[in-house]
């Protein structure tokens, strides 16, 4: 904070986290780093709310409140020297490049600093003269001189003033602080812009390693990493075999067939999603290889089963032509013999047709021989079950039986 000449009075929720902003995880609270670090020597504890906090929970703040931080107006570190300029934070590097109150050796700070009395000759006795009687404190009060008194002895202490003696000293130290001042301003920028690269890292490389999972090793272990551990070549297994492994409801570990196709068990625990709980599925692939050649393994194994799948796909739509063939014939032939069975009974209704007419014509001839029309009434009606007599005509004798049987 004590970098920046601030214009008015910042927010107070700004006014902790001025210099380099961080952030806690735990309770999100926004601190300048320099402070917290020293509070947390203190106390493990968070400043405002008092929650358990330690310095790994601390990370960079985000880049919505180093905005806000760097949108303050600031006035130029060379105010003293004369310069007026007030910008935002963020354009004080920009600024201060090409400052034109620069102060770089004690006679442009000395010549900056009173240009507006060069052309008067005034002397401190005419000053004591025109106020006799009031008190002055020595002009190197700001560099720590206490001497406090009457304006007409400020010449005679200024004769024996310790501080007086080194004011040369106090300007040229003034330049260059004010210099030191000007690089930390363009140096702390050039720490937070790599301070965010280096977070952005961070997490390319923990997506990396999460992505790589038991491909990952560490320097250390992969040096001496022993060659027993290497895998042999996966085995092929019939059908039937594997079968027969899972229904005898397991085997030793040893004869285990399928043992070359998972990882060790420490590439499985140095897996970083196993200290978090979570388990990842991992492909039955040679471990003990590069990734690119797993990889490589990889896609020659899909072109294999592709084209299996493909050879199978063509054999499934031959055979199913055959059967479809089949089938048609299949069904051409019972359409045929339908088709004969509808014609043979067509036929047979025909012939019962043409007898149940024959029969009706000479039922019907019989009965007119033998029951004669009256006028003015209707025929009786001649079909009538075998036993039975039929209905008496009107005024007329009893028919008897008919011995043929019923007409149809």
Known sequence: MLLYNYVGT????????????????????????ECIERALHHSSACPIDRTPLQESNIQAASPI???????????????????????????????????????????VASSTSRTDLSGFDISTDDVAESIPSSSVSCTQSVNGCKWQGPSTSLSRHLVSCPYEAIRGFFSLNEARIAGLVETNILLHRKVESLE?????????????????????????????????????????????????????????????????????????MSHPDSQTGRHTSIAPINLSTSLECSLSGLRESMVTLSASVESLGRRNEIALTNETRRLDGEARRLNEEIMSLRAALHGMRMQMHLMMVDRNSQITERGGDAMPMEPGWLPPPRLYHPQMHPPPTPNGPMMPPNPHGTKL
């Not at 105010?79 to 004690?106: I, M, N, S």
């Not at 272990?221 to 005898?248: M, V």
Request: glycine share 4%; aromatic share 8%.
């Open 10 to 33: 910042p927010n107070l929720n700004l006014t902790s986290p001025f210099v380099d902003p961080v952030t806690t995880t735990t309770c999100f609270h926004t601190f300048c780093r």
């Open 65 to 107: 409140v180093r905005a806000l931080v760097d949108e303050l107006d600031v006035v130029c570190v060379h105010k003293d020297e004369g310069c007026a300029h007030v910008c935002q934070r963020q354009r004080l590097a920009a600024h201060l490049e090409e400052c034109q109150f620069r102060a770089t050796t004690l006679g």
């Open 196 to 268: 965010q690269t280096l977070q952005t890292m961070k997490h390319e490389i923990t997506a990396l390693r999460t992505a790589l999972g038991p491909w990952y090793r560490p320097i250390a272990s992969s040096t001496e990493r022993p060659s027993s551990r290497r895998q042999p070549s996966s085995p092929s297994i019939p059908f039937g075999e594997l079968s027969r492994f899972y229904d005898t409801g397991g085997i030793p570990n040893d004869t285990d067939p399928l043992i070359p196709f998972f990882p060790p068990e420490d590439d499985v």
